[in-house]
């Protein structure tokens, strides 16, 4: 199975910011999300993928080549915060500049991508909401033969049906097998049932990089009663909530089953994140890469 | 062939497709040889990774439900209506120890079990 993405001992350091030494992998076929908290790394990731910021150690191979390889151009689609759109340009205006720019723009296929996205032809780039901004943009990424896609943050501020809109084309963009997309995300609840592998950054560090329900499958979901909190599973819990009737807290999988007179789940990816960002022990107790 | 799955079912999502796909293969409401959805559209169509639908096709694969042929996709296995029996039989038999062990919990004697089982089956024929 080729590597869409190949990353072995990525280190970047910035003036007030680093990404410590990483590995990565994204197979092709498949959804990865770069998960983690504002700030916590992930738009600095990404630039990194693309070149766009410099790697201090490493290596990056992208679609098998060195990154920022201008033949691997066309080969990624991007949507960014920032655009280069003109503010007043139409969506047709913007498709041409796209086609000027990418050898091979499918125009056509373009349009018929902004018909099903419902992106009006006659409004200024200006004047469209966020949400059709972002399938504006998701759009043209996948008009021009990308096999990989690369979105930081595009579903931030946008409504239900937009998100899951987003995400059905997103999934539709990997149904071949031979294209995948790596999605940055704080809203884990967009994708955490169409992700098939997971990059957690915190502060700066890759905390995990691997299937999605590997990582979910080494924690659980615990609840007991007051007699039950001992000091034990205070060191253990992450993002412990105690109350008068009880406590709650994720555990590893491993702490969770030992313990005796208490419920254990499956706990969910945005469970898991807000126990994991809040845990106290989550810098010394790191999951292995 | 219809598949649905739940978040909220507690059991796991790929476990939920494997069970619907066995089910619909044992009852005989897919005839052996037919093709199954491919993977990826299964994923597709009901908004779940990739991995995981290939996992329950994997589980089903090595369960002997399914073979998948590589290029062409997967398609359900012809099943050995004895062995099928024989494990609707091991499915009863778990069953009714079941009741047994919890008519022992509840200290229900074995005659009253005999008659609950009885009625159960009469109503059960009433309905039919």
Known sequence: ?289 | MDITISNQAGSPIYEQIEDQIKAAILTGAVAAGTQLPSIRALARDLHISVITTTRAYRELEAAGFIDTVPGKGAFVRAQDPALIHEQGLARVEAHLQAAIDDAALARVPAATLHEMLDDLLKAGDDHD
């Open chain 1, 1 to 289: 199975m080729t590597d869409l993405i190949a990353v072995q001992g990525l280190e970047v350091v910035r003036r007030d910011f680093a990404l410590r030494p990483f590995d990565l992998r994204l197979p092709a076929g498949y959804i990865m999300g770069l998960v983690g908290a504002n700030g916590a790394g992930k738009t600095t990731l990404l630039k990194a993928l693309l070149g766009l910021v410099p790697a201090s150690a490493g290596r990056i191979a992208v679609l098998g080549r060195p990154v920022a390889d201008p033949s691997a151009r066309a080969a990624i689609g991007v949507v960014l915060d920032q655009t280069l759109f003109g503010e007043t340009w139409l969506a047709p205006e913007i498709g041409r500049a796209y086609a000027a720019g990418y050898p091979g723009f499918d125009l056509p296929g373009f349009m018929r991508r902004l018909d099903r996205l419902a992106v009006p032809l006659k409004t200024r780039f200006q004047r469209m909401s966020r949400g059709t901004k972002v399938k504006l943009q998701l759009a043209a990424a996948m008009s021009h033969g990308a096999k990989l896609l690369l979105l930081d943050e595009p579903t931030a501020g946008l409504d239900a049906a937009t998100r899951a809109d987003l995400m059905s084309e997103l999934q539709d963009f990997i149904a071949g097998g031979d294209a995948s997309v790596l999605i940055s995300t704080h809203i884990t609840a967009d994708i955490e049932d169409i992700v098939d592998y997971l990059a957690y950054l915190n502060h700066g560090q890759l905390r995990f990089a691997g299937e999605r329900d590997e990582f979910l499958a080494a924690y659980r979901q615990v609840a007991g009663g007051s007699a039950s909190l001992t000091p034990e599973v205070r060191e253990a819990a992450l993002g412990l909530s105690e109350t008068a009737v009880g406590w709650t807290a994720v555990l590893p999988v491993d702490a969770a089953e030992a313990l005796e007179g208490v419920t254990c789940a499956p706990v969910g990816l945005d469970a898991l994140m807000v126990a994991l960002e809040r845990g106290g022990q989550a810098n010394e107790n790191s999951v292995e890469n």
